[in-house]
Protein backbone atom coordinates (compact mmCIF):
# COMPACT_ATOMS: atom_id res chain seq x y z
CA UNK A 1 0.00 0.00 0.00
CA UNK A 2 3.16 2.04 0.65
CA UNK A 3 4.51 1.53 -2.10
CA UNK A 4 1.25 2.50 -4.67
CA UNK A 5 0.52 5.56 -2.31
CA UNK A 6 4.29 6.63 -2.78
CA UNK A 7 4.10 6.18 -6.81
CA UNK A 8 0.58 8.01 -6.74
CA UNK A 9 2.00 10.59 -5.10
CA UNK A 10 5.69 10.93 -7.19
CA UNK A 11 3.11 11.25 -10.62
CA UNK A 12 0.98 14.02 -8.89
CA UNK A 13 4.37 15.72 -7.87
CA UNK A 14 5.51 15.32 -11.71
CA UNK A 15 1.85 16.31 -12.87
CA UNK A 16 2.01 19.64 -11.20
CA UNK A 17 5.80 20.17 -11.98
CA UNK A 18 5.29 19.55 -15.62
CA UNK A 19 2.10 22.02 -15.52
CA UNK A 20 4.30 24.71 -13.89
CA UNK A 21 7.16 24.78 -16.29
CA UNK A 22 4.36 24.47 -19.14
CA UNK A 23 2.75 27.52 -17.96
CA UNK A 24 6.27 29.47 -16.91
CA UNK A 25 7.28 28.21 -20.54
CA UNK A 26 3.70 29.93 -22.13
CA UNK A 27 4.95 33.29 -20.38
CA UNK A 28 8.53 32.96 -21.23
CA UNK A 29 7.51 32.74 -25.01
CA UNK A 30 5.25 35.86 -25.04
CA UNK A 31 7.14 39.40 -25.55
CA UNK A 32 6.72 40.84 -22.34
CA UNK A 33 7.77 37.31 -21.01
CA UNK A 34 10.84 37.23 -23.29
CA UNK A 35 11.60 41.09 -23.00
CA UNK A 36 10.60 42.06 -19.36
CA UNK A 37 10.00 45.82 -18.51
CA UNK A 38 11.45 47.70 -21.50
CA UNK A 39 13.15 51.37 -21.12
CA UNK A 40 15.61 53.41 -23.09
CA UNK A 41 19.09 53.45 -23.83
CA UNK A 42 20.62 55.85 -26.23
CA UNK A 43 18.47 56.37 -29.14
CA UNK A 44 17.09 52.57 -28.29
CA UNK A 45 14.07 51.13 -26.78
CA UNK A 46 15.80 47.97 -25.17
CA UNK A 47 14.31 45.10 -23.09
CA UNK A 48 15.47 44.26 -19.31
CA UNK A 49 18.94 42.44 -20.47
CA UNK A 50 20.05 45.73 -22.55
CA UNK A 51 18.87 44.22 -25.97
CA UNK A 52 17.78 46.67 -29.26
CA UNK A 53 13.33 46.25 -28.61
CA UNK A 54 11.10 46.58 -31.75
CA UNK A 55 7.55 47.15 -31.01
CA UNK A 56 4.96 45.59 -33.13
CA UNK A 57 1.73 46.89 -32.71
CA UNK A 58 -1.63 47.57 -33.75
CA UNK A 59 -4.08 50.64 -32.62
CA UNK A 60 -7.76 50.19 -31.72
CA UNK A 61 -9.78 52.81 -33.15
CA UNK A 62 -11.04 55.45 -30.82
CA UNK A 63 -13.18 53.32 -28.18
CA UNK A 64 -15.75 55.49 -27.69
CA UNK A 65 -16.65 54.61 -31.61
CA UNK A 66 -15.31 50.85 -31.65
CA UNK A 67 -15.49 49.34 -28.38
CA UNK A 68 -16.04 45.80 -29.33
CA UNK A 69 -12.93 45.30 -30.71
CA UNK A 70 -11.24 45.93 -27.43
CA UNK A 71 -11.47 42.28 -25.96
CA UNK A 72 -8.55 39.07 -25.41
CA UNK A 73 -9.62 37.24 -28.48
CA UNK A 74 -9.24 40.35 -31.12
CA UNK A 75 -5.62 40.94 -29.20
CA UNK A 76 -4.70 37.18 -29.34
CA UNK A 77 -5.21 37.17 -33.35
CA UNK A 78 -3.18 39.64 -33.58
CA UNK A 79 -0.25 38.15 -31.58
CA UNK A 80 -0.27 35.21 -33.35
CA UNK A 81 0.02 36.69 -36.52
CA UNK A 82 3.51 38.62 -34.87
CA UNK A 83 2.28 41.56 -32.65
CA UNK A 84 3.64 42.54 -29.27
CA UNK A 85 2.02 45.90 -28.47
CA UNK A 86 -1.51 47.36 -28.50
CA UNK A 87 -2.24 50.53 -28.29
CA UNK A 88 -6.04 52.10 -26.58
CA UNK A 89 -7.05 55.17 -28.64
CA UNK A 90 -8.64 57.13 -25.66
CA UNK A 91 -10.09 60.87 -27.48
CA UNK A 92 -9.25 63.77 -25.11
CA UNK A 93 -11.73 65.88 -26.66
CA UNK A 94 -15.40 65.50 -25.61
CA UNK A 95 -16.70 66.25 -28.95
CA UNK A 96 -14.42 63.02 -30.51
CA UNK A 97 -16.01 60.82 -27.43
CA UNK A 98 -14.39 61.96 -24.46
CA UNK A 99 -16.08 60.01 -21.18
CA UNK A 100 -14.38 58.99 -17.92
CA UNK A 101 -16.59 56.67 -18.35
CA UNK A 102 -14.65 54.95 -21.04
CA UNK A 103 -11.69 54.09 -18.21
CA UNK A 104 -13.16 51.16 -17.89
CA UNK A 105 -12.56 50.60 -21.72
CA UNK A 106 -9.24 50.98 -21.08
CA UNK A 107 -8.95 48.81 -17.81
CA UNK A 108 -10.20 45.58 -19.83
CA UNK A 109 -7.67 46.10 -22.47
CA UNK A 110 -5.24 46.37 -20.62
CA UNK A 111 -6.56 43.03 -18.73
CA UNK A 112 -6.44 41.28 -21.69
CA UNK A 113 -3.48 42.48 -23.27
CA UNK A 114 -1.45 41.99 -19.99
CA UNK A 115 -2.87 38.31 -19.69
CA UNK A 116 -1.64 37.97 -23.39
CA UNK A 117 1.66 38.80 -22.12
CA UNK A 118 2.01 41.84 -24.58
CA UNK A 119 3.11 45.99 -23.83
CA UNK A 120 -0.11 48.10 -23.96
CA UNK A 121 0.05 52.02 -25.13
CA UNK A 122 -2.31 54.18 -22.62
CA UNK A 123 -3.04 56.73 -24.96
CA UNK A 124 -4.22 60.57 -24.63
CA UNK A 125 -5.78 60.70 -28.05
CA UNK A 126 -5.46 64.60 -28.91
CA UNK A 127 -6.18 65.24 -32.46
CA UNK A 128 -9.60 67.73 -32.62
CA UNK A 129 -8.23 69.47 -29.60
CA UNK A 130 -4.95 70.31 -31.21
CA UNK A 131 -3.25 72.03 -28.30
CA UNK A 132 -2.60 69.46 -25.25
CA UNK A 133 -2.86 72.40 -23.00
CA UNK A 134 -6.48 72.95 -23.93
CA UNK A 135 -7.35 69.51 -22.04
CA UNK A 136 -4.35 69.37 -19.69
CA UNK A 137 -6.59 68.80 -16.66
CA UNK A 138 -8.46 66.22 -17.98
CA UNK A 139 -5.07 64.32 -18.65
CA UNK A 140 -3.60 65.33 -15.60
CA UNK A 141 -6.53 63.27 -13.95
CA UNK A 142 -6.49 60.51 -16.83
CA UNK A 143 -2.54 59.72 -16.29
CA UNK A 144 -3.08 60.06 -12.20
CA UNK A 145 -5.45 57.00 -12.87
CA UNK A 146 -4.12 54.82 -14.42
CA UNK A 147 -0.04 55.33 -13.38
CA UNK A 148 -2.06 54.77 -9.74
CA UNK A 149 -3.42 51.56 -11.17
CA UNK A 150 -0.78 50.20 -13.46
CA UNK A 151 2.73 51.56 -12.29
CA UNK A 152 4.09 48.21 -11.15
CA UNK A 153 3.11 46.23 -14.29
CA UNK A 154 6.10 45.78 -16.67
CA UNK A 155 4.20 46.42 -19.89
CA UNK A 156 2.57 49.70 -19.64
CA UNK A 157 3.58 52.49 -21.96
CA UNK A 158 2.09 55.84 -21.84
CA UNK A 159 1.48 58.10 -24.53
CA UNK A 160 0.36 61.50 -23.25
CA UNK A 161 -0.64 63.65 -26.57
CA UNK A 162 -1.40 61.64 -29.78
CA UNK A 163 -0.89 64.76 -32.33
CA UNK A 164 -0.43 68.29 -31.21
CA UNK A 165 -1.56 70.38 -34.31
CA UNK A 166 -2.62 73.68 -35.46
CA UNK A 167 -1.19 76.98 -34.12
CA UNK A 168 1.43 74.70 -31.63
CA UNK A 169 4.55 75.16 -30.53
CA UNK A 170 7.73 72.30 -29.06
CA UNK A 171 9.01 74.86 -27.05
CA UNK A 172 5.83 76.79 -26.02
CA UNK A 173 3.20 74.05 -25.80
CA UNK A 174 4.23 70.81 -26.25
CA UNK A 175 7.54 70.55 -23.94
CA UNK A 176 5.90 72.21 -20.86
CA UNK A 177 2.91 70.42 -21.04
CA UNK A 178 5.03 67.18 -21.04
CA UNK A 179 6.90 68.34 -18.17
CA UNK A 180 4.19 68.50 -16.30
CA UNK A 181 2.32 65.16 -16.89
CA UNK A 182 5.60 63.33 -16.43
CA UNK A 183 6.06 64.59 -13.72
CA UNK A 184 2.61 63.56 -12.49
CA UNK A 185 3.38 59.82 -14.02
CA UNK A 186 6.51 59.54 -12.09
CA UNK A 187 4.78 60.61 -8.82
CA UNK A 188 3.31 56.73 -9.49
CA UNK A 189 5.52 55.15 -12.18
CA UNK A 190 8.85 55.72 -11.81
CA UNK A 191 10.12 53.40 -14.78
CA UNK A 192 8.17 52.49 -17.76
CA UNK A 193 8.61 54.21 -21.14
CA UNK A 194 6.39 57.81 -21.42
CA UNK A 195 5.57 58.53 -25.27
CA UNK A 196 5.80 62.18 -26.33
CA UNK A 197 4.13 63.58 -29.45
CA UNK A 198 5.44 66.44 -31.84
CA UNK A 199 3.99 69.45 -33.07
CA UNK A 200 2.49 68.88 -36.42
CA UNK A 201 0.70 65.81 -36.12
CA UNK A 202 3.73 64.51 -34.06
CA UNK A 203 5.87 64.98 -37.15
CA UNK A 204 8.36 67.31 -35.94
CA UNK A 205 10.52 65.23 -34.07
CA UNK A 206 13.62 67.02 -35.74
CA UNK A 207 12.45 70.25 -33.45
CA UNK A 208 11.84 68.09 -30.46
CA UNK A 209 15.80 66.80 -31.10
CA UNK A 210 17.11 70.55 -30.81
CA UNK A 211 15.89 70.55 -27.03
CA UNK A 212 14.62 67.31 -25.80
CA UNK A 213 13.20 66.71 -22.45
CA UNK A 214 15.56 65.60 -19.62
CA UNK A 215 13.71 62.79 -17.86
CA UNK A 216 14.72 59.36 -18.21
CA UNK A 217 12.71 56.80 -20.40
CA UNK A 218 11.54 59.10 -22.99
CA UNK A 219 10.62 58.41 -26.47
CA UNK A 220 8.88 60.87 -29.28
CA UNK A 221 5.90 59.96 -31.26
CA UNK A 222 6.50 60.16 -34.97
CA UNK A 223 3.70 59.10 -37.12
CA UNK A 224 3.06 59.24 -40.93
CA UNK A 225 0.19 57.70 -43.64
CA UNK A 226 2.73 56.57 -46.21
CA UNK A 227 0.94 58.44 -49.42
CA UNK A 228 0.63 61.82 -47.66
CA UNK A 229 3.82 61.64 -46.17
CA UNK A 230 7.24 60.99 -48.13
CA UNK A 231 10.72 61.72 -48.43
CA UNK A 232 10.30 64.74 -46.15
CA UNK A 233 9.39 63.37 -43.35
CA UNK A 234 11.08 60.26 -43.53
CA UNK A 235 14.11 62.85 -43.49
CA UNK A 236 13.25 64.59 -40.24
CA UNK A 237 13.17 61.06 -38.62
CA UNK A 238 16.86 60.79 -39.79
CA UNK A 239 17.61 64.03 -38.64
CA UNK A 240 16.80 63.16 -35.08
CA UNK A 241 17.80 59.38 -35.32
CA UNK A 242 21.32 61.27 -36.21
CA UNK A 243 20.79 63.47 -33.15
CA UNK A 244 20.57 60.95 -30.93
CA UNK A 245 16.54 61.19 -30.49
CA UNK A 246 14.54 58.17 -29.31
CA UNK A 247 11.79 57.81 -31.28
CA UNK A 248 8.48 55.77 -31.66
CA UNK A 249 5.87 55.09 -34.68
CA UNK A 250 3.08 54.99 -32.59
CA UNK A 251 0.65 55.46 -35.28
CA UNK A 252 0.87 55.09 -38.86
CA UNK A 253 -0.83 53.53 -42.24
CA UNK A 254 -0.15 53.54 -45.91
CA UNK A 255 -3.01 55.18 -47.02
CA UNK A 256 -3.20 59.41 -47.34
CA UNK A 257 -3.18 61.48 -44.26
CA UNK A 258 -7.71 61.34 -44.25
CA UNK A 259 -7.28 57.54 -43.26
CA UNK A 260 -8.70 57.24 -46.56
CA UNK A 261 -7.88 57.31 -50.32
CA UNK A 262 -5.30 55.11 -52.23
CA UNK A 263 -3.00 53.33 -50.47
CA UNK A 264 0.60 53.62 -51.21
CA UNK A 265 2.92 50.74 -51.08
CA UNK A 266 6.53 52.06 -52.54
CA UNK A 267 6.26 54.99 -49.81
CA UNK A 268 5.02 52.08 -47.40
CA UNK A 269 7.73 49.89 -48.10
CA UNK A 270 10.59 52.77 -48.13
CA UNK A 271 8.87 53.80 -44.47
CA UNK A 272 9.11 49.92 -42.85
CA UNK A 273 12.38 49.71 -44.19
CA UNK A 274 13.82 52.68 -42.81
CA UNK A 275 12.06 51.51 -38.90
CA UNK A 276 13.92 47.84 -39.71
CA UNK A 277 17.48 49.76 -40.29
CA UNK A 278 16.94 51.71 -37.33
CA UNK A 279 14.95 49.13 -35.42
CA UNK A 280 12.50 51.68 -34.68
CA UNK A 281 8.75 50.09 -33.18
CA UNK A 282 5.54 50.65 -35.38
CA UNK A 283 2.04 50.71 -34.32
CA UNK A 284 -0.68 50.41 -36.88
CA UNK A 285 -4.03 52.33 -37.73
CA UNK A 286 -6.54 51.16 -36.57
CA UNK A 287 -8.17 47.93 -35.26
CA UNK A 288 -11.86 48.58 -36.93
CA UNK A 289 -13.83 47.17 -39.79
CA UNK A 290 -15.02 51.28 -40.73
CA UNK A 291 -15.77 51.65 -44.20
CA UNK A 292 -12.17 53.39 -44.99
CA UNK A 293 -8.37 52.36 -46.56
CA UNK A 294 -6.84 52.48 -43.05
CA UNK A 295 -9.20 49.90 -41.29
CA UNK A 296 -7.25 46.66 -40.68
CA UNK A 297 -10.53 44.68 -41.12
CA UNK A 298 -12.43 44.03 -43.38
CA UNK A 299 -15.78 45.80 -43.70
CA UNK A 300 -17.63 42.45 -44.62
CA UNK A 301 -16.27 40.97 -41.81
CA UNK A 302 -18.46 40.35 -38.41
CA UNK A 303 -16.13 39.05 -36.16
CA UNK A 304 -14.70 41.37 -33.23
CA UNK A 305 -11.87 38.57 -32.71
CA UNK A 306 -10.24 35.51 -33.44
CA UNK A 307 -9.07 37.23 -36.46
CA UNK A 308 -7.00 34.97 -39.49
CA UNK A 309 -5.26 37.16 -42.22
CA UNK A 310 -8.18 36.37 -44.50
CA UNK A 311 -10.09 38.53 -42.65
CA UNK A 312 -7.45 41.90 -43.04
CA UNK A 313 -7.59 44.35 -45.59
CA UNK A 314 -5.37 44.80 -48.44
CA UNK A 315 -3.56 47.23 -45.73
CA UNK A 316 -3.55 45.32 -43.20
CA UNK A 317 -2.03 42.25 -45.42
CA UNK A 318 0.38 44.76 -46.20
CA UNK A 319 1.56 46.08 -42.70
CA UNK A 320 1.10 42.41 -41.39
CA UNK A 321 4.45 41.63 -43.35
CA UNK A 322 6.07 43.84 -41.19
CA UNK A 323 5.00 42.07 -37.99
Known sequence: MKKVWYTGALVLLLTIAGAALSGASARAATPVGK???????????????????????????????????VNKSAFKSLRKMGVNTIR????????????KSLYSKVEEGVRAATSLGMYVIIDWHILSDGNPKIHQKQAMQFFTHFAKKYGGQKNIL?????????????QEDVRPYAVKVIRRIRKYDKKNIIIVGTPTWSQDVDIAAQKPLKEKNIV????FYAATHTDYIRQKLITARKAGLPVL????????????????????????KLLRKYKIGHV?????????????IKASCRKTGGFTKKNLTETGRFISKWW
Not at 41 to 68: D, E, Y
Not at 220 to 223: G, K, P, S, T, V
Not at 249 to 269: L, R
Open 35 to 69: WGRLSVSGSNIVSRTGKKVQLKGVSTHGIAWFPQY
Open 249 to 272: VSEFNICDASGNGQIDKKSGTKWM
Open 158 to 170: YEICNEPNGDVTW
Open 220 to 223: YALH
Open 88 to 99: LAFYSDPSAGYS
Open 284 to 296: AWSLCNKAETASL
